[in-house]
C-alpha cells in the first residue's frame, strides 16, 4: 500500500496515476491524502493542481527531470552493506569536497566510486558533495535544485547515490552532502505553486526568501527538517554542509538551525553514529556553533572565509573586492589563533564593522572548515582558474603546509592535492533559452564591471565550459603533479601522527613574523615558512631535535633558528 500525501492548504488536488485522475481527501491540516494498495514501487504519478500535472514536492525520484512525474520508491529495498559503519566525527578529519558531473569523465556516482581509493590513499576522512538533488538540465554545479527530496538522474538517482555512500563506508571515507535550503533554482520549482513555501516578505541574491517564520512556515520548516533527517537516515549520509545560511531569514524563536540541530542530536542517538551539521555563514558569528547550553544553535561547524581569504591574498598578492583587507602576516597571526579575522572589526568591503570574536579558550578550532580553494572562490572567478595557475610551486606548497598544520578541519577541493590544472568554470544547462541568455549576460556584465573583457569570460550554457571543468587523472602521475599530490599525502600522514596538529585550542597556537616569514607553534610543533623569493634564517625560540617535513631541498638547523630556501616550509619537532 502506497499513501499518496501532499500538502496544498489553498488549493485542490487530485492523484494522477494510470492514465486516471483520482480523488483526495483533504484534512484539516490541509494535507491531501490518498491510499492506493496497487500503486508498488516503480509506479509514476502526479498531482493534478488546477488542472495541471505537477511533480510530488517531496517527490523521492524523477527518472524523467524535474519536469516529469514522480516515481514511488522504496527506501528499505535497497541492500546495504555498511553495518559494520560507526561513523567519522568532524573532529580531527580532512574533508574533500568534489562534484559530481565533473569529478571523473563520466560524470556519474558510479564512476566516482571507482577513485575513491584515490581518496584513501590520499588520507582524507570524509568526501563533501556539492548538491546532487534534481535540477533542470544535465548539469549545474548544483545550486539550482528544485527537488529537494530526489538524487538527480543524470548521476544516477536514489540508488546511485547510496551505492556512492555504501562504497565510501566500505573503504573507511564518511560522506557530507551539500544541501540548499534557502531558495529554489529558476526552473522547475513547483512547491511553491502548492503552498506558501517562499515568503512575499523578503528575498535574497537568489529570489524569494523561503518562508520560515510566516503563515504556514511550520509546514515550510517540517519539509525542510524531514529533508535533513532523509538524507542523513535513508541514505546513511554522516554530515550535511547547509549552505548560505545567512539568508535563511527566520525571526521565530527558535531559529531553523536550532531546530535542525535538536533533531539531528536525536536521529545521531537512535544510530548511534556520529552526525555533522556544517554551516556555510557570511555572518562571523560564532553563535551558530555555540553549544545550545550556552545559547548558541548546536551546529558542530562552519565555514571559515577568513582563512581563505588571508592566504589567498597573501600567496597571491590580490587585493581586488573583498581581498582589500587580507594579505599581510599580521592578519594571518589573527586568523591562526582566533579563526576570524573580522570579529567586530571594520570591513572596507562592506563599508561597516563586521563579525564577532570567538572565544578562544571554550571554541575549539575543529569547528571551522578552512580551506585553500572551494567551489566557490574558484568558479566564482572570471575564468574559473585555481590558485595552481597562479602560484610558484613552491608558494603552493607553502599554502597547503600551513592549511593542513592549522588548528581548523582542513578542507580540500577535487584535484587540488595534485595541482590539477584544469579550471572550473561556472556552467549551467538550463534548456529555457530566456533563462540561458539572462544567465549568460549576467554573467559577462558582472565581470565587465571589474574589467574583463566579454570574450575572456567563458559562457555557462557552452557545453565547453562544462567539459573543461572536469578533472584529468591523466595528470596525477606527472611530473610537477605527482610532486604536490606526494607533499599532500605526507602533509595529511603528518598531521595523523603529531597529536598537536589536531590539537584544536586556539589559545594554546603561537604565532609570530618577521619580514616575508612566520612561524607558528603548536606544543612540541612548529611550522616556519617563508615567502621570500630568497633564502632567510628564521627564528624557531627554542632548540628543535629534528625536521619532520620540508617542502624543498637545503632546510638548516642552526640551533634556535631555520635557514629556509625560497619559498618553502619547514615542520619542526621540539622533542
Do not use: C
Not at 488536488?13 to 491510499?35: F, I, N, P, T
Not at 571507482?114 to 570524509?126: K, M
Not at 553549544?291 to 588571508?310: K, T
Amino acid at each position: 500500500m502506497t499513501l499518496f500525501e501532499v500538502w496544498a492548504p489553498e488549493k485542490t488536488v487530485r492523484l494522477s496515476l494510470g492514465g486516471e485522475e483520482l480523488e483526495m481527501e483533504r484534512g484539516a491540516d490541509g494535507w491531501w491524502r490518498r491510499d492506493v494498495p496497487s500503486a508498488a514501487p516503480g509506479t509514476d504519478y502526479a498531482y493534478v493542481l488546477e488542472g495541471e500535472k505537477r511533480p510530488d514536492p517531496r517527490a523521492q525520484w524523477l527518472p524523467e527531470g524535474v519536469h516529469g512525474p514522480s516515481r514511488v520508491y522504496d527506501h528499505t529495498a535497497f541492500a546495504w552493506s555498511d553495518q559494520a559503519w560507526t561513523g567519522r566525527q568532524l573532529p580531527g578529519s580532512v574533508l574533500y569536497e568534489l562534484h559530481i558531473g565533473t569529478f571523473t569523465p563520466e560524470g556519474t556516482f558510479d564512476s566516482a566510486i571507482e577513485r575513491l581509493d584515490h581518496l584513501v590513499e590520499l588520507g582524507v576522512d570524509l568526501v563533501e558533495l556539492l548538491p546532487v538533488n534534481s535540477f533542470n538540465g544535465e548539469y549545474n554545479w548544483g545550486y539550482d535544485g528544485v527537488a529537494w527530496f530526489a538524487p538527480h538522474e543524470a548521476y544516477g538517482g536514489p540508488d546511485g547515490l547510496k551505492r556512492f555512500v555504501d562504497a565510501a563506508h566500505n573503504r573507511g571515507l564518511g560522506v557530507v552532502l551539500d544541501v540548499v535550503y534557502n531558495h529554489f533554482g529558476p526552473s522547475g520549482a513547483y512547491a511553491p505553486m502548492f503552498a506558501p513555501y517562499l515568503s512575499p516578505a523578503g528575498s535574497n541574491p537568489w529570489g524569494d526568501s523561503v518562508n520560515l517564520d510566516g503563515p504556514g512556515a511550520d509546514e515550510v520548516r517540517r519539509y525542510i527538517v524531514d529533508n535533513v533527517l532523509m538524507w542523513l537516515r535513508d541514505y546513511h549520509v554522516d554530515g550535511l554542509r547547509l549552505d548560505a545560511v545567512h539568508a535563511l531569514a527566520d525571526h521565530s524563536a527558535i531559529h531553523l538551525l536550532e531546530q535542525m540541530a535538536v533533531e539531528v542530536e536525536s536521529l545521531s542517538s537512535f544510530l548511534r553514529r556520529p552526525l555533522s551539521l556544517i554551516a556555510e555563514s557570511d555572518l562571523n558569528d560564532p553563535k551558530l556553533i555555540t553549544p545550545r547550553e550556552a545559547g548558541g544553535y548546536g551546529l558542530n561547524a562552519q565555514w571559515d572565509d577568513d582563512v581563505h581569504h588571508v592566504l589567498h591574498a597573501l600567496l597571491t598578492g590580490e587585493r581586488q573586492g573583498y581581498y582589500g583587507d587580507f594579505g599581510s602576516l599580521e592578519s594571518l597571526q589573527t586568523v591562526l589563533t582566533g579563526a576570524f579575522f573580522h570579529a567586530g572589526t571594520y570591513s572596507s568591503f562592506r563599508g561597516r564593522r563586521h563579525g564577532r570574536p570567538v572565544d578562544r579558550a571554550r571554541t575549539p578550532g575543529h569547528r571551522f572548515v578552512a580551506f585553500l580553494q572551494d567551489h566557490d572562490q574558484i568558479g566564482n572567478r572570471a575564468i574559473g582558474d585555481r590558485i595552481s595557475a597562479t602560484l610558484s610551486p613552491g608558494l603552493l606548497k607553502v599554502g597547503a603546509t600551513l592549511l593542513l598544520t592549522s588548528p581548523f578541519t582542513p578542507m580540500l577541493f577535487m584535484g587540488e592535492e595534485w595541482a590539477a590544472s584544469s579550471p572550473w568554470q561556472f556552467f549551467t544547462s538550463h534548456p529555457e533559452p530566456e533563462l540561458a541568455a539572462a544567465v549568460q549576460n549576467g554573467r559577462r556584465r558582472e565581470f565587465a564591471a571589474h574589467g574583463w573583457a566579454e570574450a575572456e569570460v567563458p559562457d555557462p550554457q557552452d557545453p565547453e565550459t562544462f567539459r573543461r571543468s572536469k578533472l584529468d587523472w591523466d595528470e596525477v602521475a606527472k611530473p610537477g603533479h605527482a610532486e604536490i599530490l606526494d607533499l599532500y599525502k605526507r602533509l595529511i600522514a603528518l598531521r595523523r601522527a603529531r597529536p598537536e596538529l589536531t590539537d584544536p585550542w586556539l589559545d594554546k597556537v603561537e604565532v609570530w613574523h618577521g619580514d616575508q616569514h612566520l612561524v607558528m607553534r603548536r606544543g612540541q610543533t612548529a611550522v616556519a615558512v617563508n615567502l621570500a623569493p630568497a633564502p632567510q634564517t628564521v627564528s624557531l625560540r627554542d632548540v628543535p631535535s629534528k625536521v619532520l617535513l620540508a617542502t624543498a631541498e637545503g632546510v638548516m638547523l642552526q640551533r634556535d633558528r631555520v635557514e629556509l630556501p625560497a619559498e618553502s616550509a619547514v615542520v619542526v619537532a621540539y622533542r
